[in-house]
């Protein structure tokens, strides 16, 4: 079921595209939303459960995955730009979604520019908040997607 959410999405942003129909920026804003979410728990409960899961690439040298997340943010900026079909438009949001969550994971520490817990742990509200926006601008298409997505009707 839950991949059949992600195949829908695609197929309703492909159908957007191929017949031109209107609503294709806020059909590509619930996938966003989807990756953003689950990508942001996911790196909370991975840093919550092992806390030093990094990669260290000398010593004294670590790369937070804040970092990780603007280069995924560049590279799906470069892609938007040369690719425009319905699949990549999907792939796309996706990957966008991904990059945000692992950027906005760390907000704290783009304010305070210290790597402590008190700071990664006191802006999650923040980031909360911000994939809660992005689930209300994709409310209402957003539920009548979900329900056609529904199995069980």
């Not at 695609?10 to 129909?21: M, T």
């Not at 990094?54 to 790369?63: A, C, H, K, Q």
């Not at 979604?97 to 990664?120: Q, T, Y």
């Amino acid at each position: 079921m839950f991949f059949g959410l992600f195949y829908k999405m695609k197929e309703s942003i492909r159908e957007k595209v191929v017949h031109h129909e209107s609503g294709l920026y806020v059909a590509i804003i619930f996938p966003i939303a989807v990756a953003f979410s689950l990508t942001f728990v996911g790196s909370r409960i991975l840093s919550h459960f092992a806390p030093q899961f990094y990669v260290e690439w000398s010593p004294g040298l670590r790369v937070h995955h804040f970092t990780y997340g603007f280069f995924i943010l560049a590279v799906t900026g470069y892609l938007a730009l040369i690719f425009n079909g319905p699949r990549a438009k999907y792939l796309i949001a996706l990957l966008f979604g991904f990059g945000l969550g692992l950027a906005f994971d760390e907000f704290g520490m783009w304010l305070r520019l210290k790597d402590d817990d008190p700071v990664r742990w006191s802006y999650d509200g923040f980031n909360v908040i911000i994939g809660v926006l992005f689930l209300i601008i994709s409310a209402r298409p957003g539920v009548r997607f979900l329900r056609f997505l529904w199995p069980f009707r």
